[in-house]
C-alpha cells in the first residue's frame, strides 16, 4: 500500500530500465525508495545490447534470472568498412574468448527487459511503487518535496530523476544541458533471416552511418540503422517487402533471405550532456544524465552504471547515517560519473565523425586506426575491456 506520509531516503522519478534499476539497486542496500512512474505497457520492440558489466549487476540483483532465456548471446564483434570509399578500412574482429569471456554480453527485447524489472521491483517490501508522475518537484534545504498528478505529496532526501531527455528533475535542479543535433537518424526493426547468426554481431559502417545487425534468440536480428534522416525516413516508409529487400542487400546476404518483422522505429539522434550530473538534491541517471547515438551499444549501459553508482554512494552514505542528498554525497556521485560519460561522449563522437567525414587524412587516419586494432593484440584487447566497461569501474 502506498505511504506517501513518511520521508524516503530516495525517490526516483522515472520507471524506464535505468530508473528501475536505480530503485531495485537502493532499495537492496535496505535504503526506503519511493518509485513514482506510470505503470504503462512497453510499446515497441526495440532490444538493447547488454554488456557484461550491466549483466553482472542485473544478476546481482535478481533481475537476470527472470529474463536471461528471453536474450542472445554475443560472442564476436564483427565491423566491416562498406563506405565504398577509396580508403578503406580492414574488417576487424573482436571475439569474447581472446579477453577469456564466453560472451561480451547478451542482446534482449526492452519489453523482457522491462517486465522482469517490474516483478523484481514488486517483490521489495522497502520499495514503494506510486503509479503516477510528478507535477511539481520542489527542492528544499533538507529534503524535496514532490507532488504527484493525483494530489498525493511525497518527501525524500535525495531525488533520482530518471525521466528521460526532458527532465523535469534536471530543471528543478537547475541543471543545464548542452545539446547537438547529429542530423543523422536511426531506423529499428526486427528481422528473421534464412542463416544463423551464430552469436555475431555485424557492423557495417556506411558513407552515413553505422547499420548492425545484433543477434537475438533463433534466426532473428534486431537492426539499427544509421543515416542521413533523410534517407532514414526513405527507409522508414518502404513497404515490409521492399525494407526487407533493402536490409538483405545492406547485410550482404550474410544472413541469408531476410524478412522484416512487424513494427519499426525512428528517432533522431543528438549527443546530450548536463553541466552537471547532481544538483540540489537530484541526481541524474539515464537519458536524463546523457544521451548517445546508438554506436558501441553505449546508452542503457552507461545508464545502469549510473544507477549502479548512485545506489552505491547513497547506500553507503545512508549506512553510515550520512544525509544521501547532502552536497558531499552528490559530488560523489558527480566525480563517479564524470569521466565515464565524458570518454564515452568523445569516443562515439569521433567514430561517427571519422566515419562521415569526406576529408581524405581522416580516412587515412581512420583506416590506420582499425588496421591497428585489427592486426595488434594488446590493443585489440583493450578496446574490448574498455568497451564493456572503464577499466577503473571493473571489479575483479
Not at 542485473?58 to 580508403?87: H, S, Y
Not at 561480451?104 to 503509479?131: C, K, P, Q
Amino acid at each position: 500500500m502506498n505511504d506517501a506520509s513518511q520521508v524516503y531516503d530516495a525517490a526516483v522519478i522515472g520507471g524506464g530500465p535505468a530508473g528501475l534499476t536505480a530503485a531495485i539497486a537502493l532499495a537492496a542496500t535496505g535504503a526506503k525508495v519511493a518509485l513514482l512512474a506510470r505503470r504503462v505497457p512497453y510499446a515497441d520492440n526495440r532490444t538493447t545490447a547488454l554488456l557484461g558489466a550491466s549483466t553482472d549487476l542485473l544478476e546481482r540483483l535478481e533481475v537476470w534470472p527472470r529474463c536471461r532465456d528471453k536474450a542472445a548471446a554475443l560472442r564476436t564483434m564483427r565491423l566491416v568498412d562498406d563506405t565504398g570509399r577509396l580508403i578503406r578500412a580492414p574488417e576487424v574482429r573482436f571475439t569474447s574468448d581472446e579477453i577469456g569471456l564466453e560472451q561480451f554480453g547478451y542482446n534482449i527485447d526492452n519489453r523482457s527487459l522491462m517486465v522482469a524489472l517490474e516483478e523484481r521491483a514488486a517483490g521489495l517490501s522497502n520499495l514503494t511503487r506510486f503509479d503516477d508522475e510528478a507535477a511539481t518537484i520542489d527542492p528544499q534545504d533538507a529534503v524535496v518535496t514532490i507532488h504527484t498528478g493525483k494530489g498525493e505529496q511525497l518527501t525524500a532526501r535525495l531525488v533520482i530523476g530518471a525521466d528521460g531527455r526532458q527532465s523535469p528533475s534536471r530543471e528543478a535542479a537547475g541543471i543545464g544541458i548542452s545539446r547537438r543535433d547529429l542530423h543523422q537518424s536511426a531506423l529499428t526493426f526486427n528481422i528473421t533471416h534464412s542463416r544463423p547468426h551464430n552469436g555475431i554481431s555485424t557492423e557495417f559502417h556506411t558513407a552515413q552511418g553505422p547499420c548492425v545487425f545484433v543477434p537475438l534468440p533463433g534466426n532473428r536480428c534486431s537492426v539499427v540503422w544509421v543515416s542521413a534522416t533523410r534517407e532514414a525516413e526513405r527507409l522508414m516508409s518502404l513497404s515490409d517487402d521492399e525494407l526487407s529487400e533493402a536490409a538483405e542487400t545492406q547485410s550482404h546476404s550474410i544472413l541469408g533471405r531476410v524478412q522484416v518483422e512487424a513494427g519499426r522505429n525512428i528517432f533522431p539522434l543528438t549527443i546530450e550532456r548536463p553541466d552537471q550530473f547532481a544538483s540540489h538534491r537530484v541526481a541524474l541517471v539515464g537519458e536524463s544524465a546523457h544521451v548517445v547515438p546508438p554506436i558501441g551499444a553505449q546508452g542503457l549501459n552507461m545508464g545502469l552504471r549510473d544507477a549502479a553508482d548512485i545506489a552505491d554512494i547513497a547506500g553507503s552514505a545512508i549506512s553510515l547515517g550520512e544525509d544521501p542528498g547532502s552536497p558531499a554525497v552528490l559530488a560523489r556521485y558527480q566525480s563517479a560519473r564524470r569521466a565515464d560519460v565524458a570518454s564515452r561522449l568523445i569516443a562515439i563522437d569521433v567514430a561517427n565523425r571519422s566515419l562521415l567525414s569526406d576529408f581524405l587524412p581522416m580516412q587515412s587516419l581512420r583506416a590506420v586506426g582499425m588496421h591497428l586494432l585489427g592486426s595488434f593484440g594488446p590493443l585489440r584487447r583493450l578496446a574490448m575491456r574498455e568497451g564493456l566497461a572503464p577499466t577503473w569501474k571493473r571489479v575483479s
